[in-house]
């Protein structure tokens, strides 16, 4: 099912060029710098790549691999791509899928980067980011139908670049959430690890009383950067990136 994605209106507008592309259920919003870079081979270019990775998905002999909620055995060699979803996987105690958008979305962003020389690159699917910059970028929290969707930031600083961040809400998206929360946001060096942990405990969060003890738990992992919970009037943030309201 199609679903708008009304936030790309406001996503850099006046700072990059931009494509918007979808193969499949990816559906990509890429925006990149150097101006110069031409776009139509540019989209060209990152619709083959974006195939090329679903195509690894799809074709992984193991099937469980699209359906699994929790970690499963990989078997024999697997390309980089996907490693990187079945490390992701591990570490959250989800199943490799919950890794995907963010997965798909740093493949694809570091690719291009090093493919076209590009000086920025952002990549969002689905409203997972990949991010790599020269200068500081705000990631404002969506979460609608909540009163500070749109009115918090996290400020990536080019010191923390390249970042994933990601967001996993029980309210809204087509993914299925086990969870309540309006929003869990994470931010990690590895755009599949910070998806796989957005879902992971998202996943987690049921009541307003589990919003500060999930957020204190995220904060005891070395692998997370900074984390948002959001869950009705209840929020939670820990972290090293800036927070701007």
């Not at 078997?75 to 997965?103: D, E, I, N, Q, Y």
């Amino acid at each position: 099912m199609y679903e708008s994605r009304t936030y790309r209106q406001r996503m850099g507008a006046t700072r990059f060029n931009s494509v918007s592309l979808s193969v499949g259920e990816s559906d990509l919003w890429i925006g990149f710098q150097p101006s110069s870079v031409d776009s139509h081979s540019f989209t060209l270019e990152a619709a083959r790549y974006l195939r090329k990775l679903r195509n690894e998905i799809i074709n992984y002999p193991d099937k469980t691999f699209l359906t699994s909620y929790s970690p499963i055995s990989q078997k024999g060699v697997a390309t980089p791509f996907l490693s990187s979803m079945f490390r992701a996987s591990l570490a959250s105690g989800t199943g490799p899928m919950a890794s995907v958008a963010g997965a798909v979305a740093q493949s694809v962003g570091s690719y291009l980067k090093e493919r076209f020389a590009l000086t920025e690159i952002v990549v969002e699917n689905g409203g997972d980011l990949y991010i790599d910059v020269l200068e500081e970028l705000s990631v404002k929290l969506f979460a609608p139908g909540n009163a500070l969707s749109g009115k918090l930031s996290l400020v990536v600083d080019p010191l923390h670049s390249p970042i994933g961040i990601c967001t996993s809400s029980g309210k809204i998206g087509h993914s299925y959430s086990f969870g309540k929360a309006d929003a869990v946001m994470v931010a990690c060096f590895d755009a599949a690890l910070a998806d796989a942990y957005a879902t992971a405990f998202c996943n987690r969060v049921k009541t307003p009383r589990d919003v500060q003890e999930i957020c204190n738990e995220m904060n005891q992992l070395p692998d997370i950067i900074s984390a948002v919970v959001l869950l009705d009037d209840k929020l939670a943030l820990c972290g090293q990136l800036e927070v701007r309201t």
